[in-house]
């Protein structure tokens, strides 16, 4: 007789929840928290539900694996897949040697779905010896009321490998920091980079919405253990309103960490930015990101460098996108492999 499957929380242990730096206190699957202490835009405080950036981990030798999702909403871009926006993304192997295995994705229109992620029940090849160490990523943009994971009550579920450090990667920007236009949410730029380096990876990508605002930057001081903070939301603002913003958040920021390395990124060029005349508001932004960097490094700030983002689509950045602005998956690849160097110095942190 077959067993019935058992829905496991991963809010619970052995497995670990990532992404979300204030879950202990609130038990949410949100990126910021539900009633922060400063001012955050409406806009950002309905974008801090949707869940990019999250994962789930844990190994097991499961014959059946299952996943059962339920969302605040349906998807609803036109220019991004139902999967990236709303899809679970499956990932095997450990950190550092990760493979795609498959994605969950829901049906068009609806808001609550069951996937098989494998089910190896009736074939001769599955041990209950073989372990996988299994990575789930959260959809990209949406929210999640409600993820379990089904397997039958024999199987073991144990943690996955621990990180190298108890650290984390914090990304604060735009839309295509929080993924768009990825075709499924491991394809994320922070997503690829988060295989590469056994480290807790935060995504604070806000849409059109990550501005650089005061109340913003006291709350993203408030997560602990930083090894590193990359600010990239320059796309979403004027050169003006950047000149306005960049040095107080940089400095909002160091006033708590002082020493936590930042990495500067400007936007990657869109398609039209000549004929719509943003060429050079583009050209003045990416070159106060790059100048305000040379000047607090010779105040002393050893701690900051500069991701020139004219450079990271390469030599096909004008077949990188979806839409002229947002990348596909290409371009995330071709923005990953390209900014890995600069956090290179993860391999080697040893933790505290």
């Known amino acids: 007789m077959q067993e019935e499957l058992q829905w496991y929380s991963p809010k619970e242990k052995p497995f670990r929840l990532s992404g979300f730096a204030w879950f202990n206190e609130e038990e949410r699957y949100r ?25 789930i981990s844990f190994r097991t030798n499961a014959s059946k694996l299952e996943i059962k999702v339920k969302l605040t909403d349906a998807a609803y ?7 990236g926006q709303c ?21 068009l229109l609806d808001q609550s779905y069951e996937k098989t992620v494998w089910d190896f ?78 480290f807790e ?8 919405s990550g501005r650089g605002e005061q109340g913003v930057a006291l709350t993203i001081r408030e997560i602990e253990r930083p090894a590193c903070f990359v600010l990239d939301y320059e796309a979403n603002v ?9 040095l107080p958040f940089i400095q909002t920021y160091r006033e708590v960490h002082p020493d936590v390395p930042i990495v500067i990124v400007s936007r990657i060029p869109f398609v039209q930015d000549k004929e719509i005349g943003e060429y050079e508001d583009y050209q003045n932004r990416r070159e106060y990101s790059k ?3 040379e000047k607090l490094k010779q105040q002393g700030d050893k701690n900051i460098s500069f991701i020139d983002g004219s450079t990271l689509l390469g030599e096909y950045w004008h077949e990188c996108t979806v839409d002229g ?21 993860l391999k080697t942190h040893k933790g505290d």
Not at 77 to 83: D, F, I, L, P, R
Not at 102 to 107: E, Q, V, W
Not at 238 to 246: A, G, I, N, R
């Open 87 to 107: 899809g679970f993304d499956v990932y095997v192997g450990e950190s550092g040697q990760q493979q795609y295995y498959t994605t969950a994705i829901p049906s």
């Open 238 to 246: 004027s050169y003006k309103e950047y000149k306005e913003t960049l």
């Open 201 to 208: 990876f935060i995504n604070l990508g806000f849409s059109g």
């Open 77 to 83: 871009m036109g220019h991004m897949t139902a999967s």
């Open 325 to 345: 602005i947002h990348p596909n998956d290409l371009g995330f690849m071709e923005m990953a492999n390209r900014m890995e160097s600069a956090f290179a110095f």
């Open 291 to 293: 100048s305000t960097v």
């Open 121 to 198: 029940t009736n074939s001769n090849q599955h041990s209950s010896e073989h372990f996988r160490e299994v990575t789930l990523y959260f959809p990209l943009y949406q929210g999640v009321e409600e993820v379990l994971i089904g397997t039958y009550p024999s199987a073991v579920i144990e943690p996955p490998t621990p990180y190298s450090s108890d650290k984390r990667v914090i990304f604060y920007g735009t839309s295509i920091t929080q993924g768009a236009c990825a075709s499924r949410p491991g394809m994320s730029y922070t997503n690829i980079l988060n295989r590469r380096f056994n």
């Open 31 to 55: 990126r910021l928290p539900v009633n922060p202490e400063y001012h955050i835009p409406p806009r950002v405080d309905e974008l801090a539900d949707h869940t990019s950036g999250g994962q």
